[in-house]
Nanobody, 115 residues
Framework: QVQLVESGGGLVQSGGSLRLSCAAS????????MAWFRQAPGKQRDFVAR??????TNYAPSVKDRFSISRDNAKNIYLQMNNLNPEDTAVYYC??????????WGQGTQVTISS
């Protein structure tokens, strides 16, 4: 059973930085992509950043020059977030998608940016 556990959220001032982590367990297959999504109050869940098995990354335009996604050999992923602003306030979710379309989600971690 795949489990994703996010950590690293918190409250920071505008212009600050945070690093989110997602610990993945129970991943017994090899072809998948991992990503970060976020959901602000009253809004839909939006894509933030993605990283493939081969290390290819892509980002939402709103975070492209400020956020960086990475992964380690233990199948964990990270999201380094710099120059944060209040519009980045949201619950951040870790996602794993298999090549067959199956999706797995973490429970989310709250990120709050004060102005």
């Amino acid at each position: 059973q795949v489990q994703l556990v996010e950590s690293g959220g918190g409250l920071v001032q505008s212009g600050g930085s945070l690093r989110l982590s997602c610990a993945a367990s129970g991943v017994t297959f090899t072809l998948y992509t991992m990503a970060w999504f976020r959901q602000a109050p009253g809004k839909q869940r939006d894509f933030v950043a993605r990283i493939t098995n081969s290390g290819f990354t892509n980002y939402a335009p709103s975070v492209k020059d400020r956020f960086s996604i990475s992964r380690d050999n233990a199948k964990n992923i990270y999201l380094q977030m710099n120059n944060l602003n209040p519009e980045d306030t949201a619950v951040y979710y870790c996602n794993l998608q298999r090549i067959n379309g199956e999706n797995y989600w973490g429970q989310g971690t709250q990120v709050t940016i004060s102005s």
